[in-house]
């Protein structure tokens, strides 16, 4: 298998890290756009924290041997209700939690299959 080859399920964890990090601290950090995210959504200022912890947990639990397969499926569970939020209420554009979600369920992939690049 050639470098670059090898090297892509780490480049994946490394983006879906900075995406959940990113993504999951400014829910813990209760920033406008999305304290009105979860307002439009009606379950709650602390559905916003407990969705926050889950990406910045699940981002961490990538990079920890033996805990990156359940890393990912948290991931892909919560992309699954947000694109689901995005289609039942929220509107415009579910691709980027789609998006997120087929990466994490990559990143799931080569875990359970060894190749953590």
Request: hydrophobic share 60%; with cysteine.
């Given at each position: 298998?050639?470098?670059?080859?090898?090297?892509?399920?780490?480049?994946?964890?490394?983006?879906?890290?900075?995406?959940?990090?990113?993504?999951?601290?400014?829910?813990?950090?209760?920033?406008?756009?999305m304290v009105a995210v979860f307002d439009a959504i009606?379950?709650?200022?602390?559905?916003?924290?407990?969705?926050?912890?889950?990406?910045?947990?699940?981002?961490?639990?990538?990079?920890?041997?033996?805990?990156?397969?359940?890393?990912?499926?948290?991931?892909?569970a919560t992309m699954m209700s947000a694109v689901i939020?995005?289609?039942?209420?929220?509107?415009?554009?579910?691709?980027?939690?789609?998006?997120?979600?087929?990466?994490?369920?990559?990143?799931?992939?080569?875990?359970?299959?060894?190749?953590?690049?």
């Open positions: 298998m050639s470098k670059a080859v090898s090297f892509l399920p780490r480049l994946v964890r490394i983006l879906l890290t900075l995406a959940f990090v990113a993504a999951g601290g400014a829910k813990l950090a209760g920033a406008a756009p009606g379950a709650g200022q602390w559905f916003r924290y407990v969705t926050g912890g889950i990406e910045v947990i699940g981002a961490a639990l990538l990079w920890v041997p033996g805990l990156a397969l359940p890393g990912a499926g948290l991931l892909v939020a995005h289609l039942a209420i929220l509107g415009p554009s579910f691709v980027p939690a789609l998006v997120l979600g087929l990466l994490a369920a990559c990143a799931g992939w080569t875990a359970r299959h060894g190749s953590t690049g």
